[in-house]
């Protein structure tokens, strides 16, 4: 992230931008649409990007968001005090989520950009690992690599459900 404040208007800004502890959002908006979808999360079927399809949503229903760098929250690394092997179970877990989120936007009719995304976050994993594996880094590719395992995954698992996946009861997608 950079210190440029910015409109949020496209979803690989979007998503690079916002992280929940620092996402501010009205409740009149979750509320508009439908709230969280609780397939996305911690325990869920895809263990991450809730907060991301909720916004994504808000946006994608006319609701606008910033990015204001000024605004500072603390919130502990997620990898700091993890094992390796955690480290990668982290990685993999997260693509899942992620992969999961890209398959679901680009459902939509708008959904080019979403498929689009996919595929460069899907080349840059993979580019990680052989720059890490080539440079003798074996700990950080095998992360790269649980990482493009994952996205691959969650995108693959949300595509098979095909019309299982209707929004459980309480959300929207």
Same mark, same amino acid.
């Given at each position: 992230?950079? /210190? $440029?404040?910015? &409109?949020?208007?496209?979803?690989?800004?979007?998503?690079?931008?916002?992280? !929940? %502890?620092? *996402?501010?959002?009205?409740? /009149?908006?979750? @509320?508009?649409?439908?709230? =969280? @979808?609780?397939? =996305?999360?911690?325990?869920? /079927?895809? %263990? #991450?990007? /809730?907060?991301?399809? *909720?916004?994504?949503?808000?946006?994608?229903?006319?609701?606008?968001?910033?990015?204001?760098?000024?605004?500072?929250? #603390?919130? %502990? @690394?997620? =990898?700091?005090?993890?094992?390796?092997?955690?480290?990668?179970?982290?990685? #993999?877990?997260?693509?899942?989520?992620?992969?999961?989120?890209?398959?679901?936007? &680009?459902?939509?009719? !708008?959904? #080019?950009? =979403?498929?689009?995304?996919?595929?460069?976050?899907?080349?840059?994993?993979?580019?990680?690992?052989?720059?890490? &594996?080539?440079?003798? $880094?074996?700990?950080?590719?095998?992360?790269?690599?649980?990482?493009?395992?994952?996205?691959?995954?969650?995108?693959?698992?949300?595509? !098979?459900?095909?019309? &299982?996946?209707?929004?459980?009861?309480?959300?929207?997608?």
């Amino acid at each position: 992230m950079d /210190e $440029r404040a910015r &409109a949020l208007e496209r979803p690989a800004e979007t998503l690079r931008t916002t992280v !929940s %502890p620092g *996402l501010f959002v009205r409740r /009149e908006w979750v @509320d508009a649409v439908g709230g =969280f @979808d609780e397939r =996305f999360g911690v325990g869920a /079927e895809f %263990p #991450s990007g /809730e907060e991301s399809d *909720l916004l994504l949503r808000i946006l994608a229903a006319g609701g606008r968001g910033v990015y204001e760098p000024a605004l500072r929250v #603390s919130h %502990p @690394d997620p =990898f700091a005090i993890r094992d390796e092997a955690a480290c990668r179970r982290r990685m #993999s877990e997260y693509g899942v989520g992620l992969g999961a989120l890209l398959a679901k936007h &680009a459902e939509r009719e !708008s959904g #080019s950009e =979403f498929r689009k995304l996919h595929a460069r976050l899907l080349r840059r994993a993979l580019l990680g690992f052989t720059l890490m &594996a080539a440079t003798g $880094r074996g700990a950080r590719a095998r992360r790269y690599l649980a990482a493009w395992r994952g996205r691959r995954e969650g995108w693959r698992r949300w595509r !098979s459900h095909g019309p &299982a996946l209707e929004p459980v009861a309480g959300t929207a997608s």
